[in-house]
């Protein structure tokens, strides 16, 4: 360290103002989830490049913007989530996306690979009054295939009202925060405030009015029974999508209350943006939010999630801690 009070990263995501709204309009699952495009309705990248791709399939440049909204990424499958958007700032809630990544130029292109759009939305009382944004919903594709750890090429194509549109997207650095705890293991133990240390829980939640997930200490919890731990700062949101993790979290949180805690930890001291984050973010290596560890009874980290997810996806995580 160079002594400077490390801050989150002001990574692309942070253009996205609300940008994570860019739902479909299209019928939804009953788990808010709607399934991805066909890959046929996309160009196939067999035998191209990633630029011959790009301004020889047909498709005209997009003056849509396709914004990242992760930026930790490790060799082998990872979870890849993106908001779409006008240059202007507006949301773009009717494309079909898919996208495409290869580690250089000459290098085999892996795609198309079509995203789902996931609700964000939780039940009413869940719904806090004090987030930064408007979001409901985020583009996300499941599996995308890093072989090698570096920058790697990414664009997306999307199928709108005009036809095949093709944007560049920026590079994704996979193995750039090694620093971050993997699915395998081990979380480190950090003590997180709890709500009878302090007299007033806006002096470790931003979210208005504060969760119930600061019951108990992180530190008294790991390694003896299941938690979610989730760094995030509902009314100081760099991401535009930490209030809505968090409600998702509380309202899962309630359906396992007994089975599984859930602790969230606020980003910055003294909730300052002009201020550190804080010590327990720098153990756990983090330079975004929101993030979220699904850590089992022994300590070990089972699902580690950057940026927005749903009910679903949180469910299925948890499920796989859940005892006997």
């Known amino acids: 360290m160079n002594g400077r009070p490390r801050r989150l990263a002001l990574i692309p995501i942070l253009c996205l103002l609300a940008v994570l709204a860019v739902a479909g309009c299209g019928?939804?699952?009953?788990?808010?989830?709607?399934p991805a495009p066909a890959a046929t309705e996309f160009p196939s990248a067999e035998g191209k490049t990633i630029d011959q791709l790009r301004t020889g399939s047909g498709a005209t440049p997009s003056e849509a913007v396709v914004a990242p909204a992760a930026?930790?990424?490790?060799?082998?499958v990872n979870r890849y989530p993106f908001g779409v958007f006008s240059t202007g700032g507006e949301?773009?809630?009717?494309?079909?996306?898919?996208?495409?990544?290869?580690?250089?130029?000459?290098?085999?292109?892996?795609?198309?690979?079509?995203?789902?759009?996931?609700?964000?939305?939780?039940?009413?009382?869940?719904?806090?009054?004090?987030?930064?944004g408007d979001v409901s919903t985020?583009?996300?594709?499941?599996?995308?295939?890093?072989?090698?750890?570096?920058?790697?090429?990414?664009?997306?194509?999307?199928?709108?009202?005009?036809?095949?549109?093709?944007?560049?997207?920026?590079?994704?650095?996979?193995?750039?925060?090694?620093?971050i705890p993997a699915i395998g293991e081990k979380a480190p133990s950090v003590h997180t405030p709890t709500a009878d240390e302090v007299a007033d829980l806006s002096e470790i939640d931003t979210r208005v009015p504060p969760d119930q997930m600061h019951a108990v200490d992180f530190a008294d919890l790991v390694g003896r029974k299941p938690v979610v731990l989730l760094f995030a700062t509902p009314a100081l949101c760099t991401s535009r999508v930490c209030g809505p993790v968090v409600d998702i979290a509380q309202q899962v949180a309630d359906r396992h209350a007994g089975e599984v805690e859930f602790v969230h930890m606020e980003v910055y001291e003294d909730n300052d943006p002009n201020k550190p984050i804080r010590p327990q973010l720098e153990a756990y290596g983090l330079r975004t939010e929101p993030w979220t560890f699904v850590i089992d009874a022994d300590g070990v980290v089972r699902e580690r999630i950057e940026g927005a997810y749903g009910v679903a996806e949180l469910e299925a995580a948890v499920a796989e801690v859940l005892p006997g």
């Open 138 to 179: 985020a583009y996300v594709v499941p599996g995308v295939d890093f072989d090698r750890r570096g920058p790697w090429l990414a664009i997306a194509m999307l199928n709108g009202p005009e036809g095949l549109e093709a944007a560049r997207l920026p590079s994704p650095d996979v193995g750039l925060y090694p620093k």
């Open 27 to 34: 019928g939804s699952e009953e788990d808010g989830t709607r």
């Open 91 to 132: 949301q773009i809630d009717d494309a079909d996306v898919a996208l495409y990544f290869a580690k250089d130029e000459e290098a085999p292109v892996q795609g198309p690979l079509p995203a789902e759009v996931v609700s964000l939305e939780t039940k009413p009382a869940y719904r806090a009054k004090g987030s930064v």
């Open 71 to 76: 930026q930790s990424f490790e060799v082998g």
